[in-house]
């Protein structure tokens, strides 16, 4: 195998991946010698250093395929992966009571959950709009939320769908 080849296969196996993957992990994959694998991620970390691109090859904690630091603001806004687990279950909430209001969430879910409305708020997930009387909040899931979560339909039919399968496993 020549080291373009090489170098071109371990790019695939890294975006795959998307993960950190040992040298010895590569050399498995592709069945290769791990100094001939060492060789050809060394020359194609230097490829990706060479050009004014977006992508990197980091090689901290083995070696992931990763966008640059300065383009990290596109990742945030176009891929709300990083959810904590806190701000993930309040946003559950919200997509199987929605329409909900605020008051009713924080009741629900504690005074943290304000933290977790505006994180969901500016990653697009949730829309907050004041309710009719103007003293609370109605909070509800945005196509970006079932876009993200591949969902088809609305809430209330994940939220039936949720409640049978609830009543089969009691049933169980």
């Known amino acids: ?27 498995t ?15 194609l970390i230097m490829d ?7 992508l990197e090859i980091d090689d ?3 070696y992931i395929l990763q966008v640059k630091e300065e383009n990290m603001d596109l990742v945030e806004l176009l891929c709300p992966v990083d959810l904590k687990p806190a701000a993930l279950r309040t946003l559950s909430v919200i997509a199987l009571k929605e329409p909900l209001r605020q008051t009713a969430l924080i009741e629900l879910r504690g005074s943290t959950a304000y933290d977790h409305i505006k994180e969901l708020v500016d990653k697009g997930l949730i829309s907050k709009t004041r309710d009719k ?17 591949k969902l088809k339909g609305d809430t209330r039919s994940l939220a039936k769908i949720l409640e049978i399968d609830k009543g089969v496993k009691d049933e169980q």
């Open 1 to 27: 195998m020549t080291i373009e080849n090489l170098k071109s296969r371990i790019e695939a196996v890294l975006f795959i991946t998307a993960r950190a993957v040992s040298l010895d992990e590569i050399a």
């Open 29 to 43: 994959i592709l069945d290769e010698e791990s100094e001939k694998i060492e060789e050809a991620i060394l020359e």
């Open 48 to 54: 990706y250093a060479s050009r004014d691109g977006a």
């Open 60 to 62: 901290e904690n083995g």
């Open 133 to 149: 009387n103007g003293r609370s909040f109605n909070l509800k899931t945005t196509p970006k939320f079932k876009e993200y979560f």
